[in-house]
């Protein structure tokens, strides 16, 4: 999938290039390295410790997640791929949050709240496809990555950013 890359507005950013410290200012290699950090990051995030082997070291842990101490119906699943009715839709529309910022789309959730029947009809049709294929287009796939600054004043290591997603936002609410 092509990706389209903006400027962060990240005037610089501080590295190690050859175990010398280098402060990179021109533009389009702050871009880079900024892409590629953020990348890198989230093929690889730091001090992530593995839930499955955190759980199964812990005999605490173990005993209150152990599948033999939990009271599940089997078929609360069965539903789970079924067409999205208008209700379901219809429902969903009404609880999308007010005045808050559009996803990577631009369609805020107003829209939705301002269509008609015909219009949701066809919408829990394509979303049902999507059920049904096992499949959604890919812009729906794509998000937007803001950083956040973990300390108070930007020192230029983007190990201290914190990334930040904002994906389509009315999937979401769907897939919730």
Known sequence: MERKTQWSGIEYIRKTVNGRPVVVTKRE?????????FQN???NPPDVVDPAAAVSDSPVW????????????PNIYDDLMSPITDEILNDTISQLPKKKAP???GIPNEFFSHTDQRFRSVLSQLLSACLLHR?????WKKALIFTIPKTQSWTGDLDKLRPVGKG???????LN
């Open 41 to 43: 990051w989230f093929r």
């Open 62 to 73: 173990k005993s209150i997640y152990s599948p033999s101490h939990l009271d599940i119906n």
């Open 103 to 105: 996803g990577v789309s």
């Open 168 to 174: 389509t936002k009315f999937i979401k609410s769907l």
């Open 135 to 139: 499949d959604i287009p890919d812009d």
């Open 29 to 37: 290699e702050v871009l880079r390295d900024v892409q590629d950090h």
